[in-house]
């Protein structure tokens, strides 16, 4: 199914030809940038369905292919009455991984495909599409459901940008998972350092995390390097590892949250102002000003931000190697600023993909701690696949190190919030640890490093058993690893070892 029968179809408009079909709901900002608002404004985790000819994993809802069926054949006699927008774009510059992807999206809701377009890179095949994404916005009942077999996805009900780019992320993924590879939702960057000796070298990192844990922060940032050091940035969503660690990027365009977004985040705010930067859901007033501080329209507001404006990215959106991957949680009592892990700790931290929900996902829980293996909510299929491939690859592949960020407090009780890990402490943190210059001692309750010394900080205040009695030390420690245990042992194709890495 790669033509599409309607009354009109307008194939491959410009991004200048998508901006003025997308005009009748552009809000025009003081920099000349577009803004759209949507009615829906997170994503339909709860309408969300993956055809179910394949093993679907824990956190995965299924649907039959009959029913599929039904609703496809409803979609596309719809569509014959309508005039539609053909958008071809391609996710991927690697040999290895490249995808080409298209999308078929009701002519009224132009500002999606236009938002859509300065996510991917032009099209370099002209065969077939890889994938295909039909994007039908007024439908009357809100449903999306992934065929992973046809390599389609329906995204009815809903007009929320980000149902689009992640429905070809969402494929992609899976693709390459049958390819002996693992799609990844993680950031990633080089940090050009000189080693002890004095030695310049380029240490690649992956960063994982929801959104609203810090993950394009840390992706972004500078590190504070200068000169010859320097930091370079990658991708800021997916990445396709495959089996020796080698990262292969997906997207030129990087989807931010705006909410409090100021001149403190230089690169980002430089980016954002920039007039090709395309938003949803922020606040622009009358004259077009922006307002980041403002959630009226919701916390979860964002932008389309091109990769070339961020400052720092090169002309490759791959990495030789993920020499250092970084799990990013955010948890407030017992956590420290930071953990190193084991090859088997790492696959099972991965499971445990603890982190906190956002605006995108549930904005009625927004703040409360979660639960989501690879911090990936769009895994398809069993998600213990995807941890033991993982530990396939640490252990084939024993150059690479893993590590736990903590970007939230240590020592919350009733009476205190905890002392906040600050973006200063974890970016440095990042910097020392490409530079090796982190003193490890072994933690005796979880069994991983934490900092005996680092160079340049002290983090004396964030030892997280001078907040807590003994007696309450314990009890937290006993309860997560209660916890973490109850969330792993869902998993039933999971290896025992990796869940009794919590237990030892």
């Excluded at 705006?258 to 230089?266: A, N, V």
């Excluded at 943190?429 to 001692?441: H, S, V």
């Excluded at 314990?474 to 245990?485: A, D, G, M, P, S």
Aim: charged residues 30%; proline residues 3%; glycine residues 6%.
């Amino acid at each position: 199914m790669n033509r599409i029968v309607a009354k009109k179809v307008i194939v491959n408009p410009t991004v200048e030809e998508l901006r003025k079909l997308a005009e009748h709901h552009e809000q025009t900002t003081k920099y000349e940038s577009a803004a759209y608002v949507s009615k829906i404004r997170n994503r339909s985790a709860g309408q969300s369905f993956i055809v179910d000819d394949i093993p679907l994993g824990v956190a995965q809802r299924g649907i039959s292919r009959m029913k599929a069926d039904e609703i496809k054949d409803e979609v596309l006699d719809y569509l014959k009455d309508k005039n539609i927008i053909q958008l071809d774009r391609q996710m991927g510059m690697s040999s290895k991984f490249n995808f080409h992807c298209r999308l078929y999206i009701t002519q009224e809701y132009a500002r999606i495909a236009h938002m859509w377009n300065n996510t991917l890179l032009e099209p370099n095949k002209t065969n077939d599409p890889d994938f295909i994404s039909i994007y039908i916005p007024e439908w009357p009942e809100r449903i999306i459901i992934a065929d992973p077999i046809q390599k389609v996805t329906y995204i009815l009900g809903t007009d929320y940008f980000g149902e689009a780019k992640k429905s070809f992320l969402r494929m992609a993924m899976y693709e390459v998972k049958k390819n002996n590879g693992l799609g990844l939702h993680a950031g990633s960057k080089v940090l050009k350092v000189k080693d002890k000796d004095g030695k310049l070298q380029e240490v690649g990192f992956l960063l994982f995390g929801l959104s609203g844990t810090g993950k394009t922060t840390l992706t972004i940032h500078d590190h504070g390097l200068t000169g010859e050091e320097t930091a370079i940035v990658r991708q800021d969503d997916v990445v396709f590892m495959d089996e020796t660690g080698s990262c292969y990027g997906s997207e030129d365009g990087f989807f931010i949250k705006t909410e409090g977004l100021d001149e403190s985040q230089e690169v980002l705010y430089k980016a954002a102002i920039h007039p090709t930067t395309i938003f949803e859901n922020v606040m622009i007033d009358n004259e077009g000003h922006i307002d980041f501080d403002n959630t009226e329209l919701t916390s979860n507001g964002r932008g389309v931000v091109l990769r070339k404006e961020i400052e720092n990215t090169d002309n490759s959106i791959d990495l030789k190697k993920a020499n250092k991957m970084v799990f990013i949680t955010r948890r407030n009592d017992i956590i420290p600023p930071v953990a190193k892990l084991t090859a088997k700790q790492a696959a099972t931290y991965f499971m445990l993909g603890e982190s906190i929900e956002t605006s995108a996902g549930d904005p009625t829980k927004a703040g409360q701690s979660k639960r989501c293996v690879g911090t990936n909510p769009f895994i398809t299929g069993p998600e213990s696949e995807e941890g033991h491939r993982i530990w396939e690859i640490m252990k084939n592949n024993p150059d690479m190190e893993c590590y736990l960020l903590n970007t939230g407090s240590v020592g919350a009780n009733v009476n205190f919030k905890g002392e906040k890990i600050t973006i200063k402490i974890s970016t440095e943190i990042m910097k020392q640890i490409a530079k090796d210059g982190i003193t490890w001692k072994q933690d005796e309750d979880w069994g991983y490093m934490v900092p005996e010394e680092v160079n340049g900080l002290d983090l004396s205040k964030y030892e997280p058993k001078q907040y807590y009695t003994e007696i309450e030390y314990k009890n937290i420690v006993k309860t997560l690893k209660e916890e973490r245990q109850q969330w792993l042992s869902q998993f039933k194709e999971l290896k025992e070892e990796l869940i009794m890495v919590i237990a030892s």
